[in-house]
Every structure is written in structure tokens, then in C-alpha cells.
């Protein structure tokens, strides 16, 4: 099982990035995906998640209304849209897949090797 993140990057206040994610080596359809972020310091935090059917999301209350997370099956992949990006969102971000959909970090067994994520004030 292996979940491969890609995108990150550097950019300035209020651009725009988007995040993909890519697992291989395992049944994806059936599983939530979720996104963490890891700040230097601090612990890896819930950004996002997404149901198996892509039908719910939930957000972490800091990126609502910037942040979209989607799902594309066919390609086995996830996607992190990220606009309007602040300093604060500054972080490694990981993402992972669970079969259960939760914000719970602690449920998810698969996880990729994170992207950089620098947003410059």
C-alpha cells in the first residue's frame, strides 16, 4: 500500500495551490481519504476528509470556505485545492486513507509521504 503526495510548493499570500495524492497498491474506492498538516513544532493536525462515496467532507474550521478536497476514482487519486493560502497554512501535508471516515488522525492506517506547503507574508 503506498499513497504518494504531490504539489506542494512555495507561494505568496492569497495564491493558490492543489495537492494531489495517488495510492497504489490498494482497493481506494472503498476508503475515506483525508488530508493532516504538520507545522515545524507542532502536531500533525485534520485539514479534510472525504467519504468513500464522495458524497460528505468535513473541514477543519481554520480552512473552510478555501480549502476543497475531491476524489477521482478512476485515477485512485485525491486532490487538496487550496486558495486564498495565509502564512498559517504553512506546513508538511500528508495524506491518508482510512476505512472509516473520521477527523480522528488515530483511524487512519495508510499514510503518504507528505509535500511542503510554504506560504511567504
Known amino acids: 500500500v503506498q499513497l504518494q503526495a504531490s504539489g506542494g510548493g512555495l507561494v505568496q499570500t492569497g495564491g493558490s495551490l492543489r495537492l494531489s495524492c495517488a495510492a497504489f497498491?490498494?482497493?481506494?474506492?472503498?476508503?475515506?481519504m483525508g488530508w493532516f498538516r504538520q507545522a515545524p513544532g507542532k502536531e500533525r493536525e485534520f485539514v479534510t476528509t472525504?467519504?468513500?462515496?464522495?458524497?460528505?467532507?468535513y473541514y477543519t474550521d481554520s480552512v473552510k470556505g478555501r480549502f476543497t478536497i475531491s476524489r477521482d476514482d478512476a485515477k485512485r487519486t485525491v486532490y487538496l485545492q487550496m486558495n486564498s493560502l495565509k502564512p498559517d497554512d504553512t506546513a508538511v501535508y500528508y495524506c491518508?486513507?482510512?476505512?472509516?471516515?473520521?477527523?480522528?488522525?488515530?483511524?487512519?492506517?495508510?499514510w503518504g509521504q507528505g509535500t511542503q506547503v510554504t506560504v511567504s507574508s
Open positions: 491518508a486513507a482510512s476505512n472509516l471516515f473520521s477527523r480522528l488522525r488515530s483511524a487512519y492506517d495508510y
Open positions: 497498491g490498494r482497493t481506494f474506492s472503498s476508503d475515506a
Open positions: 472525504i467519504r468513500w462515496s464522495g458524497d460528505i467532507t
